[in-house]
Structures are given as C-alpha cells and as structure tokens.
C-alpha cells in the first residue's frame, strides 16, 4: 500500500460537555450531521434490554416544535436523506442535506437531544413495530443462530444481550421506562456531533454554539464495570428450525483497539483483519476455494468485528445440500490451524493489503460515510484511530501474523454454532 490518506478533524468542546468534530469536505455542496450518543445496548440491564433501540425509535416520533412525521417530511422536502441507527456501544442520528439547507439538520438535533415527546400511545404502537420487528429476526435462520451465538460466547458482558432486545422484556417495558433512559442518557456531556461536509470551522462552531450552548449537562450514571472473564473450554450449540439450509458460525474472542500498550499487542486487531480477507474475502480468498468452489457451501463471512470493550473474529459458512456440517466445520478449523503455522504467502499479502485500502478508501467516499466513520471510530477510543488504520495494517510482519493466530484460535476460545433446518416440520 502506498496511499497516504489523512482525514481532517478539528475538535472544539462547548462548557456543556459537547464535543464537536469537524470534518472539512469541499467537493460538493452539501453536508452531513451527526449526533452520536454514548449509549447502547451494552449500557442496558436486564429487564430493559432493547430500550436504547426503541428510544432511537421514539426520537422519530415528535417533539412540541418538530410533531410527529414533520422531521421527514421537512429533510425530504430540502432534499436531504436522514436516519438512525443503535449499536452495542452507542446511539446515533444523521441528516444529510444540501449546504444552503444543512441548519435544519442541527436545528433537529439540537431539539430532540432534549424535548422529545414520548406520546403514551405512540410508545404502544412503537412495541408493535418491535415486536413485529423482531418476530421477523426470529423467523430468520441466520440471526436465530447469531443470537444464540453471541448469548454463549459473552457469558458475563452485556454484548452476550440483542441489541433489538429479549421478547419478555420488549412486551413489559413502559412508557416510563423510556423517558427515564432518555433523560439518563441523552444530555451534550454524553454526546458529540460530527459535522462533515462543505462548511468551515468558523461558521460551523458558531451555528452549533447558537443551538446547543444553552442545553445543560446532566449528571450522568455510574454503570459497574463488566469485564469478560477469559473463555476457558469451547462452547458449542445447536439450533434447528424451519430452514432451507444448513449454517455453521465459529468465534473467537479478540482483543479490541487499544490506545496504549506495546507496538505488538496494539497491532494484533489489524493483524486479524489481515486473516480474515486472507480467509474470506473474494473469489481468491482459502475458504471460498476450499468451500463454495467445491459447492460445499453458497458463501463464506469473516470479519473481525470490533465493539468499544470486546472483539470476535468470526466466521459464517452457508452450507449447500451436498455437505455435512462437521465436515465443513473441519475444513474451516484446518484453515485456521494452518495460519497458527505458517504465515500467508506473499502474493495473498499484498492482495489483501490492496483490497484492504481500496475498500476502507471507499467507505469514506461520502460526507455521509465520512462523518459515520469518524463517530464510529471516535465511540471506539478516539477518531485518529480512522487515521491509523491503514498504517498499522501496513506495520503488520508475517510474523506477527502467525503469533496472532496462535493467540486467538485455539479450541478453548473456539464457539461453534449449528443452524439444523427441518423442512416440512
């Protein structure tokens, strides 16, 4: 690789707590803001699992000065795009607008940080959409085996909880309960915006300083630290249901991103990404030859999904008809064991290496994606990580590629999972 890519961010902080981070983009008239929120799914406790997801709901919902689909109807009317989005670790919301236009974006932000409504019968026909949302998540094999998946290898962490939440606490959740999360979470000292697109620092800071400097900060709670304790034996389970096909999911735990430590262990994450292109990524990848062009599966995932306090690297295999799921599963283990062996070849490392620039490039095509990413990479730890992502996966050596592997896949950190359909049943 050999891009030298930078993103540019100024940082400015109102009394409030506020963060802003500015992201310069001139190519074109328009701009993208965000209002991340410092809550999600991990912040919940049993009993309310999936109130962060229904609150994001909610703030759709109206406010005294915005009612009820009057947010929509006024983004769509000035020719802008907007949407929400609730994770493990945060919450966030975006509009995307024309420059002459963009005010109306922070103007909606600004006010349902605050004032959001929360209609008593509004929040009942929010349950049913969730509901009915996630009865269709149920009926899905993929996510059906995903949420098992994650419920057994987290054990104590709250990442092991849906993010849409569990059933029997969706249906006894109240209106009540909504408002007190939103107004436990939702204050400029647990938030910040991200503001990306043709603006410059100067007009934008004294726009979001005329909306927000007034919004007091609010004395935030003090959640128990949870911390994972280490997998010890592998952890297996098997789910059946109406299906067409079979699936195989196995992960492992992984270290996050980290903003200390030594150069090695910090360079660990990017070293897995690196394996999991090598392992899944396009038409070369090892295990779509060893498995799709074989037609022993229809497709292969790996990644290696990183959240705020924890990482999984993951791999999903949708088998075809003509294969067993202990022996696709062999298949998979032998590739990985191979990797704790030898590292992969030079040709798969500079292949990798370029689909890993061209794709991460791509992602930060947009204001829109820009200012996502910043965010993203901004709950994660610190939004210079976005900087340091193709560098540290240049400053990975085949050698701390085979160490990583022998760290992260052994089969006491292994958790497999079987999705059995039975037809006709």
């Given at each position: 690789?050999?891009?030298e890519?930078v993103?540019?961010v100024?940082e400015h902080t ?10 310069p ?9 965000w209002?991340?929120?410092r809550v999600?799914s ?9 109130i962060?997801h229904?609150v994001e709901?909610?703030l759709?919902?109206g406010?005294?000065q915005?009612?009820?689909g009057q947010?929509a109807?006024?983004?769509q009317k ?8 609730t ?5 966030a919301?975006?509009?995307?607008l024309?420059?002459?236009n963009w ?6 932000e600004?006010?349902r940080?605050t004032?959001?409504l929360?209609?008593?019968q ?10 009915r949302e996630l ?21 104590v962490?709250p ?6 939440g569990w059933r ?6 109240t209106?009540?309960d909504?408002?007190?999360?939103y ?5 400029p000292?647990n ?11 100067e007009?934008a800071?004294?726009?979001v ?5 007034d ?13 994972e304790?280490?997998q010890?034996?592998?952890?297996r389970?098997r ?33 897995l990404h690196?394996?999991?292109?090598v392992l899944?990524?396009g038409?070369?990848s090892?295990?779509?030859r060893?498995l799709v062009?074989?037609?022993k ?6 990644g ?9 690297f993951?791999?999903?295999v949708?088998?075809t ?12 283990w032998?590739e990985l064991?191979?990797?704790?062996q030898?590292?992969p070849t030079?040709e ?8 890993e620039?061209?794709d991460?490039?791509r992602?930060?095509?947009g ?5 996502y990413?910043?965010g ?7 939004w210079k ?5 193709l560098p540290n ?8 590629l ?9 089969d006491t950190?292994r958790?497999?999972g079987w ?5 006709g049943?």
């Amino acid at each position: 690789m050999t891009t030298e890519f930078v993103v540019t961010v100024t940082e400015h902080t109102l009394p409030n707590g506020l963060k802003v981070l500015l992201v310069p983009a001139h190519h074109a008239p328009v701009v993208s803001v965000w209002a991340f929120y410092r809550v999600g799914s991990r912040h919940e406790q049993i009993g309310i699992t999936g109130i962060s997801h229904w609150v994001e709901h909610m703030l759709f919902k109206g406010t005294p000065q915005f009612p009820k689909g009057q947010i929509a109807r006024l983004i769509q009317k000035h020719g802008g795009t907007l949407n929400g989005h609730t994770t493990y670790d945060h919450t966030a919301y975006f509009e995307t607008l024309p420059k002459e236009n963009w005010l109306i974006g922070l103007d909606i932000e600004a006010d349902r940080m605050t004032n959001a409504l929360f209609d008593p019968q509004e929040t009942e026909l929010e349950r049913g959409v969730i509901l009915r949302e996630l009865e269709m998540y149920e009926n899905h094999p993929e996510h059906r085996l995903f949420t098992e998946l994650m419920a057994t290898a987290f054990q104590v962490h709250p990442y092991r909880n849906p993010i849409i939440g569990w059933r029997s606490d969706l249906e006894r959740m109240t209106r009540d309960d909504l408002y007190e999360h939103y107004r436990r979470f939702y204050a400029p000292n647990n938030a910040f915006l991200v503001l990306s697109g043709d603006l410059t620092p100067e007009e934008a800071l004294s726009e979001v300083e005329r909306r927000f400097s007034d919004l007091a900060p609010r004395e935030l709670p003090v959640l128990p630290e949870v911390k994972e304790p280490p997998q010890r034996s592998e952890r297996r389970i098997r789910v059946k249901g109406h299906g067409e096909l079979p699936l195989l999911a196995m992960t492992f735990h992984a270290p996050t991103y980290q903003l200390n430590g030594d150069e090695t262990t910090h360079l660990v994450p990017y070293a897995l990404h690196i394996l999991a292109d090598v392992l899944g990524h396009g038409r070369t990848s090892r295990l779509y030859r060893k498995l799709v062009e074989t037609q022993k599966a229809l497709s292969v995932w790996v990644g290696n999904s990183i959240h705020k306090e924890a990482a999984l690297f993951s791999v999903f295999v949708t088998l075809t008809g003509q294969a067993k799921l202990a022996e696709v599963e062999d298949i998979v283990w032998a590739e990985l064991a191979r990797l704790t062996q030898e590292p992969p070849t030079p040709e798969e490392l500079e292949r990798t290496l370029h689909c890993e620039e061209a794709d991460f490039l791509r992602s930060l095509d947009g204001v829109t994606e820009r200012a996502y990413h910043v965010g993203a990479y901004e709950i994660l730890g610190d939004w210079k990580l976005l900087n340091a992502h193709l560098p540290n996966l240049k400053a990975v050596t085949p050698d701390l590629l085979v160490t990583a592997a022998r760290q992260i896949f052994t089969d006491t950190n292994r958790t497999v999972g079987w999705f059995e359909p039975t037809k006709g049943q």
